[in-house]
């Protein structure tokens, strides 16, 4: 199927669109060939044009949120800067900054526990914490990918 059809289809339907992957379906579209159809169509700049104006689509002003249980969550915003089917086919090469958030970890001075930014919680991380603070970024990327790949049909790489 031609991405020129599927596209008009995600037109009607809204887009970004979290059924993405059933109207891929439905129409039969692969979606593992969604950007390098639209690169085909409108080149490399177009896939950014593309992918930029999806994203800030679904994240608007503050990001997007990654809910992280409880009351903690975290911003993140999100700026495609290339395509390189090279690298991966299916995902556009970004960037990101950190959005408003409200994580829970102890302050370094009293030792209790409190909600921070993220930011904070970076800046007040010691050598022994880096690991934590390694996963815990590494997890609100993966789910940061992972609601772009569900309304959007295509991936975030992290640059």
Same mark, same amino acid.
């Given at each position: 199927? @031609?991405v020129k =059809?599927f596209l $008009? &289809?995600? %037109?009607k ?8 992957q059933?109207?891929a379906k439905?129409v039969?579209?692969n ?8 690169r085909? +169509? &409108?080149?490399e700049?177009g896939v950014i044009?593309?992918c930029e $104006?999806?994203?800030?689509k679904l994240? !608007?002003?503050?990001?997007? +949120?990654v @809910?992280l !249980?409880?009351?903690? =969550?975290?911003y993140?915003k999100?700026f495609?800067?290339?395509y390189? %089917? +090279?690298?991966?086919e299916?995902?556009?090469?970004? $960037? ?11 302050d370094?001075? /009293? !030792?209790?526990?409190?909600?921070? /930014?993220?930011q904070v919680?970076? @800046?007040?991380?010691d050598?022994g ?6 996963e815990?970024l @590494?997890?609100?990327k993966?789910?940061?990918y992972?609601i772009?790949f569900q309304?959007c049909?295509?991936?975030v790489?992290? %640059?």
């Open positions: 199927m @031609d =059809y $008009k &289809v995600l %037109e339907e809204g887009y970004p669109n979290p059924d993405i059933s109207i439905m039969g579209y979606l593992d060939y969604f950007l390098l159809g639209i085909d +169509r &409108v080149g700049e044009d593309f $104006k999806a994203i800030n994240q !608007g002003e503050d990001g997007v +949120r @809910d !249980g409880g009351d903690e =969550y975290c993140i999100i495609p800067q290339y390189d %089917e +090279r690298e991966s299916n995902d556009v090469i970004a $960037k990101s900054s950190w959005g408003d958030s409200n994580i829970l970890s102890s370094p001075e /009293t !030792g209790d526990e409190s909600y921070f /930014t993220i919680v970076i @800046d007040n991380t050598m914490g880096w690991s934590d603070l390694d815990l @590494d997890h609100i993966e789910q940061a992972n772009v309304n049909g295509f991936g790489w992290w %640059e």
